[in-house]
């Protein structure tokens, strides 16, 4: 069985940068896509970004596009979030996931995940 463990979260300030991580185990990394989704107060989960399982074609969300870079490690079988100039507005809860193997989503929606992380904080201060 896959399990996702994010770690990384924490407090940072405005316009600063922060890595989370995810680490994954029980299966072979590079049959997944991965995604990292994120959950703000009050709203519901939404996209983030996503790496494929074969290669490295990324996608972003709009409202992270040319901040956040999402970057897989196959050879320790981890998955990195960095995000750049970062805002009160990307305070939220990170989490890791991943569809079935050997499928890389045309859209990346909560439900199609069949494997998901507990999260990790990520609170930007002003």
């Known amino acids: 069985q896959v399990q996702l463990v994010e770690s990384g979260g924490g407090l940072v300030q405005a316009a600063g940068s922060l890595r989370i991580s995810c680490a994954f185990s029980g299966r072979t990394f590079t049959d997944y896509a991965m995604a990292w989704f994120r959950q703000a107060p009050g709203k519901e989960r939404a996209f983030v970004a996503a790496i494929a399982y074969r290669g490295g074609k990324t996608r972003y969300a709009d409202s992270v596009k040319g901040r956040f870079t999402i970057v897989r490690d196959n050879a320790k079988s981890t998955l990195y979030l960095e995000m750049n100039s970062l805002s009160p507005e990307d305070t939220a809860v990170y989490y890791c996931?991943?569809?079935?193997?050997?499928?890389?989503?045309?859209?990346?929606?909560?439900?199609?995940?069949?494997?998901w992380g507990k999260g990790t904080l990520v609170t930007v201060t002003s």
């Open positions: 996931a991943a569809p079935r193997p050997y499928y890389t989503p045309i859209n990346y929606r909560p439900e199609g995940m069949d494997y």
